[in-house]
């Protein structure tokens, strides 16, 4: 669907979008009315006090609902799957087992970082983490202490790579959009990524961790029930080897679905080949969890069980997900009404000559469209083609306009509250309410994109 056109100014947008979210609060908040009726009702005030017409709003609800409920229910339906089975088989524990003894207790988390910063690389956020939370929660489960010690620092790692890294999205747009190069866009955007992620989310969550304590959550996997040990008891543990390669599978599949379709862009493969076609399927993200799902059903599940036994382990995961992937849909769906509002075309008019520098001005723009309307992507592809007649007319070299990607980037992340559908995933995930989330996630997702946004400038005043 298309934006309608703004009925109301800049202000008085913003001021509904603002009442909005203050309303959302209050109702989850202090009425205690569930997430999901809540974010529902709120989205459906919003899309009438913006002016759309009765008839078009059932539309307008399921273009967020439908493109994020669309995205999210496999990869978190297969990643619990996948995180039952290596939790119920003992895949999770040996795993958790040969990080800590590689590198050590106090450095778990850093080890989860690492190795999120490393599987984030070809995969999208969401889809990352839920692969990632069966680990996250053994770890968290052995040494105890708050799960955002453990979580933290994976889940920054996934933003990070998602906000500033290609072939993500955001930053692939962002950088056609002004000029800049693909490949430079990478090579910079890595260290970039890294530095950031060490500094505002690694140091930060530590802070955090000490001051809010989030218990180990059940939402995901359910108690350890006694049913549980006995379908466990005496199963022949994977090795370290079987679940790495397990975790590998879907990061191969992504990343040759990467290169393949890079290759295609740059007409280096005819994308019309029946070849190419096929061998990106195996890496479209829910192809490729499905397949990870059904190598865990062989190589984890049948050596010890009956496919009987093993459908009932994978089935125990799914329920306790719907939730989550409701509520997820629907802060889409709120996302999206926002988006559609044309507060985002309406922001983007007031703020095209700021007669600031262009580099803050990437920042500031990009920042305040991810606090209006939710979506990080939405925000680097509107504020990539508002300046980039601004960038054309500069003339800058290549690395400036990769340092002006990162800037936009970094606006993009901070400040993700109750219309980004990733806050709602990260809060249901790990098991916290909404107050905690905005007191954690949030303040995380500020602090890494302010670090990139440092270091971003901090070049841009050398080169």
């Not at 040494?143 to 990070?160: D, I, R, T």
């Not at 095209?352 to 606090?371: K, N, W």
């Not at 990733?422 to 249901?428: E, P, T």
Request: include cysteine.
């Amino acid at each position: 669907m298309e934006a309608i056109e703004p009925q109301y100014g800049t202000v008085t947008l913003l001021l509904i979008a603002a009442g909005a979210v203050a309303v959302l609060l209050f109702l989850i908040m202090k009425v205690k009315l569930h997430a999901f009726v809540a974010l529902v009702l709120v989205s459906v005030l919003t899309a009438v006090a913006v002016g759309f017409e009765p008839g078009d709003i059932p539309d307008v609800l399921m273009f967020g609902f439908a493109d994020t409920i669309g995205g999210v229910a496999l990869l978190v339906a297969f990643g619990v799957m996948l995180g039952r089975l290596l939790e119920v088989t003992g895949g999770a524990q040996t795993l958790a087992d040969t990080l800590i003894g590689r590198f050590g207790e106090k450095r778990a988390p850093l080890a989860l970082g690492v190795a999120s910063l490393l599987f984030g690389f070809p995969i999208f956020f969401d889809a990352g983490l839920v692969v990632f939370v069966p680990i996250i929660l053994t770890v968290a489960r052995r040494f105890g202490g708050s799960v955002l010690y453990y979580a933290l620092p994976a889940a920054g790692a996934f933003a990070a790579m998602h906000a500033v890294v290609p072939p993500h999205p955001g930053p692939v747009a962002a950088a056609n959009l002004i000029g800049a190069n693909v490949g430079l866009t990478l090579l910079i955007g890595i260290p970039i990524a890294v530095t950031a992620w060490y500094v505002g989310v690694m140091l930060v969550s530590r802070f955090l961790g000490a001051r809010v304590h989030v218990p180990l959550p059940d939402v995901i996997f359910g108690e350890v029930r006694d049913g549980d040990k006995a379908e466990g008891a005496g199963w022949r543990a994977p090795s370290f080897g079987t679940v790495l390669a397990l975790l590998l599978i879907p990061l191969v599949l992504i990343s040759f679905n990467t290169v393949l379709t890079t290759l295609v862009d740059t007409d280096v493969l005819d994308g019309d080949q029946a070849w190419v076609g096929y061998l990106s399927l195996l890496g479209i993200t829910p192809v490729a969890l499905l397949t990870t799902v059904l190598a865990a059903i062989l190589l984890l599940g049948r050596p010890n069980a009956s496919m009987a036994t093993v459908s009932g382990i994978v089935d125990q995961a799914l329920g306790p997900v719907c939730a989550i992937i409701l509520i997820t849909g629907a802060g889409g769906m709120f996302g999206g009404v926002l988006e559609l509002s044309g507060i985002g075309d309406a922001l983007s008019e007031s703020l095209s000559d700021l007669g600031i520098s262009l580099i803050l001005q990437a920042f500031v723009i990009a920042a305040l469209l991810r606090v209006a309307q939710g979506s990080a992507t939405v925000a680097l592809t509107t504020t990539g083609g508002l300046i980039a007649g601004a960038v054309a007319d500069a003339d800058l070299g290549d690395v400036k306009l990769v340092l002006l990607v990162a800037a936009i980037a970094a606006g993009a992340t901070v400040l993700s509250h109750v219309n980004d559908s990733g806050f709602w995933l990260v809060s249901r995930l790990f098991g916290m309410d909404e107050k905690t989330t905005l007191k954690t996630w949030t303040v995380l997702e500020t602090t890494l994109g302010l670090s990139v946004f440092a270091i971003a400038s901090v070049l841009w005043l050398v080169v």
